[in-house]
């Protein structure tokens, strides 16, 4: 199973963006530190983009669906009907 999700990589994008903006760290060595994230970042939005284009296709195709787990929200309350 997945542990991590894309709402982490949000964080740790957000996290370097701040890291950034700090006037009291080595700018040189934070801007290698964001290069590298950036570049992991990348692959893993192309590797989910897939995942989902993938499902999307599947579901298309058979009207099954099924979130790939690197997509899904952690924090996602599960809304109930009037009628329940």
């Given at each position: 199973m997945?542990?991590?999700?894309m709402?982490?990589?949000n964080?740790?994008?957000?996290?370097?963006?701040?890291?950034?903006?700090?006037?009291?760290?080595?700018?040189?060595?934070e801007?290698?530190?964001?290069?590298?994230?950036?570049?992991?970042?990348?692959?893993?939005?192309?590797?989910?983009?897939?995942?989902?284009?993938?499902?999307?296709?599947?579901?298309?195709i058979?009207?099954?669906?099924?979130?790939?787990?690197v997509?899904?929200?952690?924090?996602?309350?599960?809304?109930?009907?009037?009628d329940?």
């Amino acid at each position: 199973m997945v542990r991590n999700k894309m709402e982490d990589l949000n964080n740790i994008l957000f996290e370097q963006l701040e890291r950034l903006n700090d006037d009291g760290l080595d700018l040189d060595q934070e801007l290698k530190r964001a290069k590298a994230i950036s570049t992991v970042s990348d692959k893993l939005i192309q590797s989910a983009d897939l995942s989902y284009r993938v499902m999307k296709l599947r579901a298309d195709i058979t009207g099954d669906i099924e979130t790939p787990d690197v997509l899904e929200e952690k924090h996602v309350k599960k809304i109930e009907s009037k009628d329940n």
